[in-house]
């Protein structure tokens, strides 16, 4: 059974940093591509970084420089740094991947960060 557990949310000031972690479980961690989306308040969810198998990373425009995405396979654990936190990146963060036959889609549970201004 494929598990996506996020942990590391909270309140934080503008300008702070947080440090969102997702463990996978079920899955051949190293083989897949681990992505971080959020959906604001009253919006729809929408994509934020993407880190490869290879380990290879790409980002929203509107978090490229302030977030980082990595991994640790041995761990089987994908990490999103976000610095730099403004109020827009109020959101529930949610981690996501595309594993088995079909393939399917997994999510996680979320987990809330709140910036205040």
């Known amino acids: 059974q494929v598990q996506l557990v996020e942990s590391g949310g909270g309140l934080v000031q503008t300008g702070g940093s947080l440090r969102l972690s997702c463990a996978a479980s079920g899955i051949t961690f190293s083989r897949n591509a681990m992505r971080w989306y959020r959906q604001a308040p009253g919006k729809q969810r929408e994509w934020v970084a993407i880190i490869t198998s290879i380990g290879t990373t790409n980002y929203a425009d509107s978090v490229k420089g302030r977030f980082t995405i990595s991994r640790d396979n041995a761990k089987n654990i994908v990490y999103l740094q976000m610095n730099f936190l403004k109020p827009d990146d109020t959101a529930v963060y949610y981690c996501?991947?595309?594993?088995?036959?079909?393939?399917?889609?997994?999510w996680g549970q979320g987990t809330r960060v709140t910036v205040s201004s």
């Open positions: 996501n991947t595309w594993a088995g036959r079909g393939p399917t889609e997994y």
